[in-house]
């Protein structure tokens, strides 16, 4: 059976539980640094990190009444402080803070939660890549530009392009994920009216973030939009993938298809089919984040030092382009892991024009043999078209040509029609791509 995607960490991240957790690390970090600087009583602030907690169900209750999400939270909290018989100590918590000093900063901690299984998703995607990329480096199948037989390359070279592309995702992800690790305590327009740069510095480094070096009352949402961009790219990279195999499923092409497991059923109606369910599932999801990263760009431009319209929008958008992108990786990994290839069939379809995706390299060999490149072309592209028009044999037709015959010798016209001579440079692609080169047990045909 295809395992059902079952990961629970991303989801996680995003639960109230988990948001609640970390404003509250927030507001622990900020009563601490406090502490250590005289503000704030220490065993009042020892006080606080041993019975502080709420509920979630609570704070709802509260909100229902407040219509204000933190001072919902700052009272559940007071509440529990108050059942432990610590009132008093809770008088510091939220101390000199306003409410984006602990959304926007708890916001970064919840962020780095994700990109790590995100950065984690991407590695294991380049892994498996890797693993079969260099399974079918010298399997021989024809390329395609525009759809069109090309000339040929090997699947693994398809492959190790993922890879590489995958490669510069994860840096990506990984240059956004550092922009969004900043936190601000720098009150209600940024400006440290109640806590001091150097405390905000100290609240940062606590909770292992950096200061943002300025903000207004809300982090910048250019870094936010960076991230969910990165995302975006992330799953257009994915769908890449998909749709290759959605092609490669095709009845006419059938060079490569998703996993079919025994009991499986493509249609309703028609009981042949397989259909590419997971890689149209991919290709669909992919565009849902892409979606995203506009309201992301969106959610740049507040009104003076902030206005709300950004968080309504990042309550959706960053929960779902990250449990969406973690969702897709899983997937694209699956469906690579475990892909039917078809190395036969690659060489059939290989063979079906005999010989037409050898005319760039004959055009090369006539040229370099004394011919006047125009007049090669001119050969060339009528023994191509005649054989395209007529379903013909191309290399027969140029072997019987006196024209070519006086320039090239059979021998010649042999390595003229060489695959080893078109796909000479696979193990330094490879080298390039991997900083190896491995075997394989498919061989390159020597003749087409």
Partial sequence: MIPRYTRREMGAVWSDHNKFRQWLEVELAASETLAELGVVPREDAELLRRHAAFDVARIFEIEEQTRHDVIAFTTAVA???????????????????????????????????????????????????????????????????????????????????????????????????????????????????????????KICERLGLKPA???????????????????????????KIALEVRHLQRTEVREASEYFVIGQKGSSAMPHKKNPITSEQICGLARVVRANAQAAIENNALWHERDISHSSVERVILPDSTILADYLLDRTTNLVDRMFVYPDRMLRNLHLTRGLV???????????????????????????????????????????????????????????????????????????????????????????
């Fill in 79 to 201: 509440e529990t402080m108050a059942a432990a018989g610590h009132a008093n100590a809770s008088r510091w918590f939220h101390y000199g803070m306003t409410s984006n000093d602990v959304v926007d900063t708890a916001q970064a901690l919840q962020l780095r939660q994700a990109s790590r299984l995100l950065i984690a998703g991407i590695e294991k995607l380049r892994e498996v890549l890797k693993r079969r990329a260099f399974e079918f480096k010298d399997t021989v199948q024809i390329g395609r530009t525009h759809g069109i037989h090309a000339e040929p390359i090997t699947f693994g070279l398809k492959l190790a392009i993922w890879y590489d592309e995958a490669g510069r995702n994860l840096k990506r992800l990984e240059a956004a994920a550092e922009d969004l690790r900043v936190g601000k305590i720098s009150g209600a327009v940024g400006t440290f009216a109640h806590i001091g740069p150097d405390v905000e510095a």
């Fill in 213 to 239: 070096p300025i903000a207004s009352q809300v982090i910048q949402r250019d870094a936010h939009a960076f991230f969910v961009a990165a995302l975006a790219t992330l799953a257009s990279g994915l769908e």
């Fill in 358 to 448: 050898f005319s760039g390299q004959l055009l090369l060999d006539l040229a370099a043999a004394g011919m006047l490149r125009e007049d090669a072309y001119a050969i060339v592209q009528r023994h191509a078209m005649a054989a395209w028009e007529r379903d013909g044999d191309f290399r027969a037709a140029v072997e019987a040509d006196p024209a070519i015959k006086a320039l090239l010798s059979r021998e010649q016209l042999a390595e003229t029609f060489s695959l080893e001579r078109q796909l000479k440079h696979v193990d330094a692609i490879f080298a390039r791509v991997f900083g190896q080169v491995g075997g394989s047990d498919t061989r390159l045909q020597s003749r087409i």
